[in-house]
């Protein structure tokens, strides 16, 4: 085993503080990689604050590395030392079952294991995360960075990325679609983006007038303001795709009026009870509401080559570890844009 400097929670109410943890020794089919990068996920904080239940204490969050490799497994062929490498939101599966048999492993139908908080099948206990030094692997779930991006901001493509890359392939959005992104933070500035790319057609649909220049920066068509009753009749009935980032609970009849018959609206961002819906808005248009979890390893790889094509990068704001609560408590205020990346060197100096 090897002693690895770690932040972690140990109560809902704790702040997060060092923690010396133990990763295991590298097995045949293992990659140790030393963290130079974790983002910030607001995932990070429910499960440091139990606030989605399940938490065993003390947690180390993150789920969106970026590192070099250090060392190999005698059967790893895939990678080499010192390459630049991403761990996301899972680090092992069943790999025998239809979904991961699919490259979904996210959708492992025995439960697949996270990279954190989550049973470790190999060591015992639970999974430690990215907010940490170091991390041992395996292969499987280790992903090809490019050297050609902005390392540090590469990070949070991990999920942030994924999860907005995802639903706009699975759904095929393509050139002159009329796409809608609701919500503009950390995962809806990645689906302007992405969507901007994919040569879509991209409004930003926001409550907040203020946030509409930046939109039109990060590549918006144009911007729609959900408060605004007569903005929203006027295009009802026109969008191909609508992407929810919204992280919360709320009432989602005035955007399925805005999809065209047969059109779609995929939820990415409100894990909790949703108000109640009015059928009459989906029966009449066979509109449909659906929902997409992260990424496949193989998809989750494509995205990151897609980001490479593209120079497609997360905007982020770096912190040091020991920084972590007030970051927490940032996000919590949407008070970043748009999303945090620790840089673990200030961690990997206490050592």
Not at 246 to 258: E, F, Q, R, S, T
Request: glycine letters at 10%.
């Amino acid at each position: 085993m090897t002693p690895t400097a770690a932040f972690a929670a140990f109560s809902t109410t704790e702040p997060l503080a060092p923690l010396n943890i133990e990763r295991r020794e590298v097995g045949p089919h293992d990659v140790r990689i030393e963290i130079e990068y974790c983002g910030v996920c607001h995932s990070d904080i429910h499960t440091a604050r139990n606030e989605w239940g399940g938490t065993q204490y003390p947690v180390v969050p993150g789920h969106e590395i970026i590192g070099r490799v250090k060392e190999l497994g005698e059967h790893v062929t895939a990678f080499k030392v010192g390459e630049l490498v991403g761990v996301g939101c899972m680090v092992d599966s069943c790999q025998d079952c239809d979904s991961c048999a699919e490259g979904l492993e996210q959708y492992c139908e025995k439960g697949g294991t996270f990279t954190y908080n989550s049973p470790d099948k190999i060591s015992g206990g639970v999974t430690y995360g990215g907010y940490s030094t170091r991390i041992v692997v395996n292969e499987k779930f280790v992903l090809h960075v490019s050297e050609k991006l902005d390392t540090k901001a590469v990070a949070p493509l991990l999920c942030a990325g994924i999860t907005t890359y995802s639903p706009l392939r699975q759904w095929k959005v393509k050139a002159g679609d009329k796409v809608g992104i609701i919500g503009l933070g950390g995962l809806g500035h990645m689906g302007v983006k992405f969507a901007h790319a994919m040569g879509a057609h991209v409004v930003m649909i926001t409550t907040s007038p203020s946030k509409g220049e930046d939109a039109k920066k990060l590549g918006a068509d144009e911007v729609l303001i959900s408060k605004d009753a007569a903005a929203m009749q006027a295009q009802a009935n026109s969008f191909d795709f609508l992407l929810n980032t919204i992280p919360v609970g709320h009432n989602m009849d005035p955007y399925v009026a805005l999809l065209k018959r047969d059109a779609t609206m995929v939820l990415v961002g409100a894990v909790e009870p949703l108000e109640p819906l009015n059928g009459a808005g989906l029966i009449f248009g066979r509109k449909r509401i659906a929902g997409s979890l992260i990424g496949g390893i193989p998809e989750t790889q494509e995205m990151l080559d897609f980001c490479a094509e593209h120079d497609i990068v997360c905007d982020v704001e770096m912190i040091r570890m020991q920084d972590i609560n007030e970051a927490y408590d940032r996000v919590v205020k949407s008070d970043v844009k748009y999303r945090f990346v620790i840089d673990m060197q200030s961690l990997r100096e206490t050592e």
